[in-house]
């Protein structure tokens, strides 16, 4: 099969379009026929090894892995001892291994059925960044009808699922996004847009119940300046470092949550069927949609992980298979 490898820790250009094998179904797991794939910055994390402590976990000189990719929509053409749920040709989308490639595994419990009326591209782009908006709003969060909710980085990923989610929850959404982006923001829903270049939504009069932070491009004293006294602050995004700097503000939060009046929430997303299931469910009743601003073949995977390692990317970005 076709598939896209590397053999060091690197920049896209590390990247090959190979040949190998198919992968073998072992226990718990399906074998899919990909249809699409979805790039998130974890791909480019995971591709330069950084931070330098995730090669603690996935190879310190030279990746374990030789593969790249986790979101994933495809078919089921094979089936693992003790995997339930599933059947040949169904459907599927969610968290797989190595997914830019034409067959990849997935584990039954990381995958749930695909909306028929939704196409493999739009599947592929809700796993990673839909959980973690809707983990982040309903479970970090806790979100409640009526709260004023203010999402930084809501042109990305996750910022254009998250403003649409926290819209179904009957929450007034205030997005944070360059001027460029401010007319999609709004036709997600969002009640009011804040241009990040020209004003900060921390030295404002505004304070919000749910500060949900994306980017890491603010202090820890910002958000919670801008949550006010009771507010909660969420932190599900970091910025570009090799060594410390994604982490800094959840240890910086995870130190100060007892001592100071806001609440302050890091997350780490939990990918599940039933969480998927519940992604299907805003899909289909129209509350959820996609936002993809460009698709790749999988020949041209390096262009799309260095597109989304750039930044300011609207949505998601997906290599077709």
């Known amino acids: 099969m076709k598939a896209i490898t590397r053999r060091k820790y690197g920049s896209p250009e590390v990247l090959h379009f190979s040949e190998v094998d198919a992968p073998t179904p072992g226990p718990g797991k399906l074998l899919l026929k990909v249809a699409a794939a979805s790039v998130n910055p974890y791909d480019w994390h995971f591709l330069r090894g950084e931070p330098y402590l995730l090669r603690l976990m996935f190879g310190f000189f030279t990746p374990k892995q030789k593969g790249l990719g986790a979101d994933v929509a495809g078919t089921v053409v094979g089936i693992g001892e003790g995997a339930e749920g599933f059947a040949i040709g169904d459907e599927v989308f969610g968290w797989g291994e190595e997914t830019f490639a034409e067959y990849a595994l997935a584990k039954a419990t990381s995958v749930a059925h695909k909306p028929k009326a939704m196409e493999f591209e739009s599947a592929s782009s809700l796993p990673c960044a839909g959980i973690t908006a809707l983990q982040a709003l309903r479970d970090k969060a806790k979100i409640q009808p009526g709260q004023h909710v203010l999402i930084n980085g809501a042109a990305g990923g996750v910022g254009t699922l998250a403003v649409q989610i926290a819209k179904s929850f009957g929450a007034s959404v205030t997005g944070v996004c360059s001027a460029a982006s401010a007319d999609l923001v709004r ?34 004293r910002a958000y919670r300046r801008a949550a006010g006294r009771e507010g909660v602050v969420v932190l599900a995004g970091g910025s570009k470092g090799k060594w410390f700097a994604p982490m800094k503000l959840i240890a910086k939060a995870i130190l100060q949550d007892r001592f100071v009046p806001q609440r302050l929430e890091t997350l780490m997303a939990n990918i599940g ?47 077709r298979i």
């Open 187 to 220: 036709s997600l829903g969002a009640d009011d847009v804040v241009d990040y270049v020209s004003e900060d939504f921390s030295k404002g009069p505004r304070t919000f119940d749910v500060v949900l932070d994306l980017v890491g491009n603010r202090s820890l």
């Open 273 to 319: 069927t039933v969480d998927l299931d519940v992604l299907s469910q805003l899909v289909i009743s129209g509350d959820l949609t996609p936002v993809i601003q460009e698709t790749f073949s999988l020949s041209a995977t390096a262009s799309a992980v260095a597109l989304v390692e750039a930044g300011h990317v609207h949505g998601k970005v997906v290599v």
